[in-house]
């Protein structure tokens, strides 16, 4: 069963000093109330627990079952010195193994393809699709072996979804139960049926952990991205007093591993019990027909972020500005009934998703260790964060944008690309995109200063980011 640690109660619980004895863990690691060393973030040593102790035990997203539309298709996953095949053995199963063979350890298959068999590049050792072994070359030259002993050693791969995840440690508990309570929250949003709309991963100069952070917590978005809710978009000046003073209030809430945040409305409003994410509730300030704040505030999203929202929604909010709203309906209220006419006039499927769903929903969930999830209507986001090799102050940071397909699509199969670059700057991810990773150096040089010594984090707001901590330690330091 899920623990939820209500965001109000967190100040006055004793739940920020972890789950571990504190004298298991080195004082530089060491986690405080709402306070995070630095040295978490820093330090090669660190990093190198967190891929032995923690990626290695703990069940990481590896791709879409899409990206495998058809037997023999392959992914490679790496993080750190490990790399897993993710193979489609045939059109009802998805095996993966340790990347390597048996011979002299060569890596079998880089990046993505498609084969018949895994042939080892270096001696031409093979392999069926369901790791037995097919051919060992000379074989009556060397010292006799079962065919299960030569055969590729097997990683735990299980899906939910539309997703395929991997886990190294044969005695984990199942993935539905470690993702618990996501997959019942992520029901309604139908992420099987959606596809990938783009996938790119770029290169970014901090932790694999301050990546994610950014995207973990909304405290930053007026200082990040002051024209969210400006009439004029294309003014990214810094925020106003009386912006900061009335930005969105975005508490976080931690479950047993797993955390995420919500925007619930105005910091100066009055926060009920029941407050929660309302897709009707959206706009532009300094805007007076409520129609078009509405369809500004999707359009904005949709052009600049290619994601979340989708063409459907931008025309939706494109009829909005000119529609006759009935007074007893919200702007809000209004668009989403003209999007739902159009999804469902396209064959798309539509599930009615009650308040109390999109509440328990948020705006993005961490899946504990390194993905983030976005949930929309039709849409959503997919953020995944790797360390780059053993480098502290390197990662790999990818984003992809996942729409909702029709239901005459359901079955079609289609060969899927994403992109990597180098340099962030080169991915054309937009501006709001461009302003957050552009602060991922920045975070990085001030974190080495030696006046900084931790996160100092809210404890409303930023909780996310600390739960992260707190549940790694459990991996790095209880065995």
Known sequence: MSVVLEPRLRGKTPWFQGDVPADLVPEKYRLDRAFVPKARYLDPEFL???????FRRTWLMACRLEELPGVGNFVEYEIGSHSILIVRESRASVRAYHNACRHRGTRLARGRGRVGSLI???????WNLDGSIRLVLDR???????DDDLGLVGVRAETWGGFVFINMDPDAAPLLEYLDPIPRIFEPFQMENMRYRWLKGVILPCNWKTALDGFLEAYHVLGTHPQLHRFDKSNTNIASMQELESRVWAPTTAYERHAYYASVGRKKQTITDDAGKDPA??????????????ALSVQYIADDMRG??????????EALKTADVPKDVSAGQYFLELYKNLSLAEGYDWKEITP???AEAGTA???FPNTILLPN?????????????FDPDSCLFEIGSLDLIPMADYDKKRQFQPEYFENWRDADLGEVFNQDLSNAKEVTVGMHSPSFDGHRLSEDQEMTIYNHHRVADRFIWNG
């Open 48 to 54: 190198r627990l967190e891929l032995d102790k923690m």
């Open 120 to 126: 080892c590049p270096f001696h031409g050792w093979r």
């Open 140 to 146: 009556e030259e060397f010292v006799p072996r079962s």
């Open 281 to 294: 509730q959206r706009g532009t300030d300094n805007v007076t027909d409520e129609r078009l704040a509405v």
């Open 308 to 317: 979340l929202e989708n063409e459907r929604s931008w025309r939706a909010a």
């Open 356 to 358: 109390q769903q999109w």
């Open 365 to 367: 969930w961490n899946v």
């Open 377 to 389: 209507q039709g849409s959503m986001f997919m953020y995944r964060a790797r360390p780059n090799g």
